[in-house]
């Protein structure tokens, strides 16, 4: 069982989308109205990243050289108390993912404005 927020309708404004690239990656866009934040952490949190309202961000698929997965957090501060994880591992022709919300403030704009994932 998973404990995560309602999913946003697709046209409803206020909702961070995580979509498959097509194209061996993934696409996150921001439609909330405030900046978004994400690191993509492996075996260390990388750089901080910014998204503003409507932008989006894109990256390939990796491994982690340490054999476990990959995490995106997102956080609508330029703190990591409070992120919603995208979470990812490759395993040759396979991907396995999924979100988790277990880092996530309960008050989080998140929880208020939903997310979506879409394949």
Known sequence: AAALPHSARSGESGAVETRDSGSGGLQIVNNMGTDVYLWTTASDPGSMKTLSTGGDYSEDWT????????SIKISTSESQDSVL????????????????????????????????VQP
């Open 63 to 70: 491994t982690n050289s340490n054999g476990g997965g990959i």
């Open 85 to 116: 994880q995208f979470e990812y591992t490759q395993d040759g022709e396979k991907l396995f993912w999924d979100m988790s919300s277990i880092d996530l403030d309960e008050t989080s704009d998140f929880v208020k404005s939903g997310f979506t």
